[in-house]
């Protein structure tokens, strides 16, 4: 099993920054792909970035495209999300999710953390 853990949700105003962290314990690989999902009230769960583990290009959705930036971190077996520029509609429950390399799904998720952004 794999346990993920997020940390550094809030409340910004519009224009502010956050950097969300996520910690993996238990089970994982170097052959994993992190991401982080986004799940707005009334709306599907989306994928917002992600990132393999072991390297290579990262992936983020058009609409933080230029403002997000996915990361895995200096301490082992953790993956960070940068936010800037954040606007009102970013507000959401965000999520950290792994799957392994070459499978369609995400197999582990995070408990989720909130990010609003208002003013």
């Known amino acids: 099993q794999v346990q993920l853990v997020e940390s550094g949700g809030g409340l910004v105003q519009p224009g502010g920054s956050l950097r969300l962290s996520c910690a993996a314990s238990?089970?994982?690989?170097?052959?994993?792909?992190m991401a982080w999902f986004r799940q707005a009230p009334g709306k599907e769960r989306t994928l917002v970035a992600s990132?393999?583990?072991?390297?290579?290009?990262?992936y983020y959705s058009d609409s933080v495209k230029g403002r997000f930036t996915i990361s895995r971190g200096n301490a082992q077996n953790t993956v960070s999300l940068q936010m800037n520029s954040l606007k009102s509609e970013d507000t959401a429950v965000y999520y950290c999710?792994?799957?392994?390399?070459?499978?369609?799904?995400?197999?582990?998720w995070g408990q989720g953390t909130q990010v609003t952004v208002s003013s």
């Open positions: 238990g089970r994982t690989s170097s052959n994993f792909v």
């Open positions: 999710a792994a799957r392994t390399v070459g499978r369609e799904n995400y197999d582990y």
């Open positions: 990132i393999r583990w072991n390297g290579g290009i990262a």
